[in-house]
C-alpha cells in the first residue's frame, strides 16, 4: 500500500469523526436553548397562575363589599320600620328586608365557593412551585452536561482537524484536488471503503479487475458512479 493511500484509509476515519464531531456542536447549543424554553414556559404558566390567583382575590373581595352594602341596606330598613305610617308600608320594608337578606347569602355563598378555589389554587401553587424548582436544578445539570460535551467536542475537533492537515498533506497534488472537491459536493465524506464488493458509500457492485487493485493499493481508483476514493479496510474483507 502506498503512503498517499494509507493517508486516505485513516482519512476515512478522520473525515467519519469531523462529521460527528461537527454535527454535535451545531446541536448543542439547540439542545441548551430548548432546555432553557422548557423552563422559561414553565415560568410563564407560574405567572398566569399567579394572575388567576389575584383574580379570585379581587372577585372575593368585591363579593364582600356587596355583603356589607346590603348588611348596611337591611339595617336601615329596619330603623326605618319603626317610622312607617301604615301596615302597607310596613309590609313593604318587610318584603325590602327579606329580598335583601336572600340576596346577601347568596353573595356569602359565593364568597364561600370563591374561598374555596383559593386554597384549591393554593395548594396547586405549591406543588407547582416545587415542580419548578425541580426541573431548574435538573435543567442547569443537563445545561452544564451538555456544555461540557461541547467543549469537549471541540477539543477532540481540534485534534482531528490537525490530524486532517496532516493527512492531507500526505496526498499528491492531483488526488488532493480530487478529494477536496468530493469532500466539498459529500458532506466532508470523499473516502469510501469497500464493503460487500461494492462501493461502500453509494453501493455500486466493482467489477473484479477493480476490486484486485483496490485492494493491491497501489494506485487511486475513484468509484465511477459517486466520485469518491475508494479504499481497501478491514470491513472490506480480505
Ligand atoms: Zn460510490
Redesign the pocket.
Known amino acids: 500500500m502506498t503512503d498517499e493511500i494509507a493517508a486516505l484509509v485513516r482519512l476515512r476515519d478522520v473525515d467519519a469523526n469531523i462529521g460527528k464531531l461537527t454535527s454535535l456542536i451545531e446541536l448543542v447549543p439547540e439542545q441548551v436553548a430548548e432546555l432553557t424554553r422548557k423552563v422559561e414556559l414553565l415560568r410563564e404558566e407560574l405567572s398566569k397562575r399567579r394572575t388567576t390567583q389575584e383574580e379570585l382575590k379581587v372577585k372575593r373581595r368585591a363579593k364582600e363589599k356587596e355583603v356589607e352594602d346590603f348588611t348596611a341596606k337591611i339595617h336601615k330598613f329596619e330603623v326605618d320600620q319603626y317610622g312607617v305610617k301604615n301596615n302597607e308600608q310596613y309590609q313593604a320594608l318587610l318584603r325590602e328586608i327579606a329580598l335583601l337578606k336572600q340576596k346577601r347569602s347568596q353573595a356569602e355563598g359565593e364568597i364561600i365557593e370563591i374561598m374555596e378555589q383559593e386554597e384549591s389554587s393554593a395548594r396547586d401553587m405549591k406543588e407547582f412551585e416545587a415542580k419548578i424548582a425541580r426541573e431548574e436544578a435538573g435543567t442547569a445539570e443537563d445545561k452544564r452536561k451538555r456544555e461540557a460535551e461541547l467543549e469537549d467536542a471541540k477539543r477532540d475537533l481540534a485534534v482531528e482537524e490537525s490530524e486532517k492537515a496532516g493527512l492531507v498533506s500526505r496526498l499528491s497534488p492531483p488526488v488532493r484536488m480530487r478529494y477536496e472537491r468530493v469532500s466539498e459536493g459529500k458532506g466532508g465524506m470523499a473516502v469510501?471503503a469497500v464493503i460487500n464488493r461494492a462501493?461502500g458509500?453509494?453501493?455500486?457492485n466493482l467489477p473484479p479487475q477493480t476490486l484486485n487493485e483496490i485492494r493491491k493499493g497501489l494506485q487511486v481508483i475513484t468509484?465511477e458512479?459517486?466520485?469518491?476514493l475508494?479504499v481497501w479496510t478491514e470491513e472490506s474483507g480480505h
Open positions: 469510501a462501493c458509500a453509494c453501493y455500486t468509484c458512479t459517486c466520485g469518491r475508494l
